[in-house]
């Protein structure tokens, strides 16, 4: 399953629509179908909040690792369940964190790089 089916499966099971959701983060109906299909990324603001609204873990909504809570909500659909270690998933988030800090270390050179050419 990808972030997107989750989202979707999460969203649903919470019944809500998208325009709920989307409201609820304070994006459109639309960038919420496009998450969800694939078409666009969802922020890792976004799915901080995305999960906390739709009471899943950020490991499950993220990576698909299994927690006590989603395992009500995964649907059959999803034939690849993992269990990982309590460390294989802090890795896993911190490798995200570090791919977050990154892209804005980037953003901060760009920006200082165009103060320096005014």
């Known amino acids: 399953?990808?972030?997107g089916e989750r989202i979707r499966t999460a969203r649903k099971a919470a019944k809500m629509s998208g325009e709920q959701l989307g409201a609820a983060i304070g994006v459109s109906k639309s960038q919420i179908s496009n998450i969800e299909k694939g078409t666009s990324d969802v922020t890792r603001a976004n799915a901080i909040?995305?999960?906390s609204i739709l009471n899943?873990?950020?490991?499950?909504?993220?990576f698909g690792l299994e927690d006590e809570t989603t395992t009500q909500i995964i649907t059959i659909?999803?034939?690849?369940?993992?269990?990982?270690?309590?460390?294989?998933?802090?890795l896993a988030l911190a490798l995200v964190e570090i791919d977050?800090?990154?892209k804005e270390i980037e953003l901060y050179?760009?920006?200082?790089?165009?103060?320096?050419?005014?």
Do not use: F, Y
């Open 100 to 102: 977050g800090l990154k």
């Open 49 to 51: 909040v995305i999960s």
């Open 77 to 90: 659909n999803d034939t690849s369940p993992h269990k990982h270690s309590e460390c294989e998933q802090r």
């Open 56 to 62: 899943v873990s950020l490991n499950w909504l993220l």
């Open 1 to 3: 399953m990808t972030i």
């Open 109 to 118: 050179k760009q920006l200082v790089e165009a103060l320096k050419n005014k």
